[in-house]
């Protein structure tokens, strides 16, 4: 069964600084990845996603992931975070062999303040 | 434009008195799949449909039934709903799993 891991469950960080939210996964089998972004009272969105080729992927609003497939990580980074980041992320597994379900992580809380 | 349509998006409800959430899509996808989100927890999956009369079980799908008879529409029904169910829950939608488009949500209350 696959699963993923988001160790923080929160993150707080000062406007302009930069961030890497951390995702990993267990996974027996090829997987895609995606990252969504929760906004307070909102669905979710795509920020982005890992089908195959380069492992850096770039997203919507300045963000970007990078697969690592020895680490089984699916790290988001952004150089410089604004206010308006300030949500709630999840990362996301998908099986490719049993293509049944897109399992999610517990989700990391973006906090940006001045 | 695309989008997955839930309704109601608020409700609040009494122990054991059915409820149905419609959820519907316009993108034409074979796929689609309910969620609850809690926290702490993420989203956990309760029931998922492959095509039109194809269910079957998510991680979580003690009390929730569902089914598929048109493409388009999928809706979670709660028989009779407990205050374990109270939640923010999530209608998705996709061509093959993977990428997922989401609704809303709908937030339940069972008191």
């Known amino acids: 069964a696959q699963s993923v891991t988001q160790l923080d469950s929160q993150v707080p960080v000062f406007e302009e600084a930069p961030v890497e939210l951390r995702c990993n996964y267990s996974?027996?089998?090829?997987?895609?990845l995606f990252w969504y972004v929760q906004y307070p009272n909102q669905g979710l969105q795509l920020l982005l996603k890992?089908?195959?080729?380069?492992?850096l992927v770039k997203g919507i609003n300045g963000f970007e992931a990078e697969f690592n497939k020895s680490q089984t990580s699916f790290h988001l980074r952004k150089p410089s975070v604004h206010i308006s980041d300030t949500a709630e992320y999840f990362c996301?597994?998908?099986?490719?062999?049993?293509?049944?379900?897109?399992?999610f992580g517990t989700g990391t809380r973006l906090q940006v303040t001045l | 434009e695309a989008q997955v349509t839930q309704n109601p998006r608020y409700l609040i409800t009494v122990t054991g008195k059915k409820l149905t959430v419609t959820c519907s899509q316009n993108?034409?996808?074979?796929?689609m799949s309910w969620y609850r989100q809690d926290p702490g927890l993420g989203l956990r999956q309760i029931y998922y449909?492959?095509?039109?009369?194809?269910?079957d079980k998510g991680d979580v799908p003690e009390g929730y039934k569902v089914s598929r008879k048109e493409k388009r529409n999928f809706p979670l029904i709660l028989e009779s709903p407990s205050p374990n169910q109270t939640s923010l829950y999530f209608c998705?939608?996709?061509?093959?799993?993977?990428?997922?488009?989401f609704g809303e949500g709908s937030r339940l209350t069972v008191l």
């Open positions: 998705a939608s996709s061509f093959a799993g993977g990428e997922l488009f």
């Open positions: 996974s027996s089998v090829s997987v895609y």
């Open positions: 890992y089908l195959s080729g380069s492992t």
């Open positions: 996301a597994v998908f099986n490719t062999g049993t293509a049944s379900k897109l399992t």
């Open positions: 993108m034409n996808h074979e796929y």
């Open positions: 449909s492959m095509n039109v009369e194809v269910t």
